[in-house]
Nanobody, 123 residues
Framework: QVQLVESGGGLVQPGGSLRLSCVGS????????IGWFRQTPGKEREFVAA????????GYADSVKGRFTLSRDNAKSAVHLQMNSLKPEDTAVYYC????????????????WGQGTQVTVSS
C-alpha cells in the first residue's frame, strides 16, 4: 500500500498558476503509475493527468493539455502537477492516486488515494 499526501492547492485568479505536489510513502513508486483526478460536488471524479514511474510520456485530459504539466522527483517519491493558465472551470478538489503498472484514465483502476487538495480559480 502507498500513502499519498497532496499539497499546493489554494485560491488563484483566472490565468494564474499553481503547483500541486503528491508525495508517496510506504512503498516505493518503482512500478507504480501516479494519476491526478479532480472532482466537483455532484460530479464524478475526472481524470486530469497521469504518469508511469518507469518512464514514458505522461497522459493528459484534453481539457488541460498545453496548460498542465506533470513531473517526477525520483529522490523524493513525488509527482508535481504544474497548472498554468488556470480557468474557473478548473476549480475542484484535486486528488492523486497510485496503481501498480501503467497508468489508466479510469479512477477505479487506482488502489491508493490521497486526501485531496482544493483548487479554486476565481477573481
Amino acid at each position: 500500500q502507498v500513502q499519498l499526501v497532496e499539497s499546493g492547492g489554494g485560491l488563484v485568479q483566472p490565468g494564474g498558476s499553481l503547483r500541486l505536489s503528491c508525495v508517496g510513502s510506504g512503498r516505493t513508486f518503482s512500478n507504480h503509475a501516479i494519476g491526478w483526478f479532480r472532482q466537483t460536488p455532484g460530479k464524478e471524479r475526472e481524470f486530469v493527468a497521469a504518469i508511469w514511474w518507469r518512464g514514458g510520456s505522461a497522459g493528459y485530459a484534453d481539457s488541460v493539455k498545453g496548460r498542465f504539466t506533470l513531473s517526477r522527483d525520483n529522490a523524493k517519491s513525488a509527482v508535481h502537477l504544474q497548472m498554468n493558465s488556470l480557468k474557473p472551470e478548473d476549480t475542484a478538489v484535486y486528488y492523486c492516486a497510485a496503481k501498480v503498472g501503467g497508468y489508466s484514465f479510469n479512477s477505479v483502476a487506482y488502489d491508493d488515494w490521497g486526501q485531496g487538495t482544493q483548487v479554486t480559480v476565481s477573481s
